[in-house]
T-cell receptor
Framework: KQEVTQIPAALSVPEGENLVLNCSFT??????LQWFRQDPGKGLTSLLL?????REQTSGRLNASLDKSSGRSTLYIAASQPGDSATYLC???????????FGSGTRLLVRP | EAQVTQNPRYLITVTGKKLTVTCSQN?????MSWYRQDPGLGLRQIYY???????DKGDVPEGYKVSRKEKRNFPLILESPSPNQTSLYFC???????????FGDGTRLSIL
């Protein structure tokens, strides 16, 4: 059974720092992997989606990488800002059936 | 504006009183899904649908029903709610399993 783990559970950094969030999964036979952001009292916002055949995706200051063989994905945030403070979740799609398995998230605080 | 709309946003009710949480999307998406989010357990998929009249169980379907009679709507039905169904519920949709998911703002259910 696929298990998705995110470490650390919480992270506090000063503004301007580059940071990396980690996501690991136990079954490497994945269909895709998504990174989401969740703000308090809000739903999830999709940040990046990496298909199983891809190694990375970039959007602005965000870069997500995928290494299926090691069961890992990282989300790199460059030059962090207080507005980046939120909970970041990764989710693994196992096949084209739309089943998603989520990690428990990393709560990020960027201090001014 | 492209969006996923859930109603109600908040509901306090009593054990055994049937309730329905509605979900509607205006993006002509094929795929829709329901999740519940609980502290310490993260987001777990309840049911999903890949098209009209096509639904399938997620990881925690017990105590829930869904229907997909038209593409835009995917209601979640609790026939006989119990206190262990107190949770934050999210509806999501996407064009396909390879496309990012769009989430609603959530429905907070309290069952006494």
């Amino acid at each position: 059974k696929q298990e998705v783990t995110q470490i650390p559970a919480a992270l506090s950094v000063p503004e301007g720092e580059n940071l990396v969030l980690n996501c690991s999964f136990t079954d490497s036979a994945i269909y895709n992997l998504q990174w989401f952001r969740q703000d308090p009292g809000k739903g999830l916002t999709s940040l990046l989606l990496i298909q199983s055949s891809q190694r990375e995706q970039t959007s602005g200051r965000l870069n997500a990488s995928l290494d299926k063989s090691s069961g890992r994905s990282t989300l790199y945030i460059a030059a962090s800002q207080p507005g980046d403070s939120a909970t970041y979740l990764c989710a693994v799609g196992m096949d084209s059936s739309y089943k998603l398995i989520f990690g428990s998230g990393t709560r990020l605080l960027v201090r001014p | 504006e492209a969006q996923v709309t859930q109603n109600p946003r908040y509901l306090i009710t009593v054990t055994g009183k049937k309730l329905t949480v509605t979900c509607s999307q205006n993006m002509n998406h094929e795929y829709m899904s329901w999740y519940r989010q609980d502290p310490g357990l993260g987001l777990r998929q309840i049911y999903y649908s890949m098209n009209v009249e096509v639904t399938d169980k997620g990881d925690v379907p017990e105590g829930y029903k869904v229907s997909r009679k038209e593409k835009r709507n995917f209601p979640l039905i609790l026939e006989s709610p119990s206190p262990n169904q107190t949770s934050l519920y999210f509806c999501a949709s996407s064009l396909s399993a390879s496309q990012p998911q769009h989430f609603g703002d959530g429905t907070r259910l309290s069952i006494l």
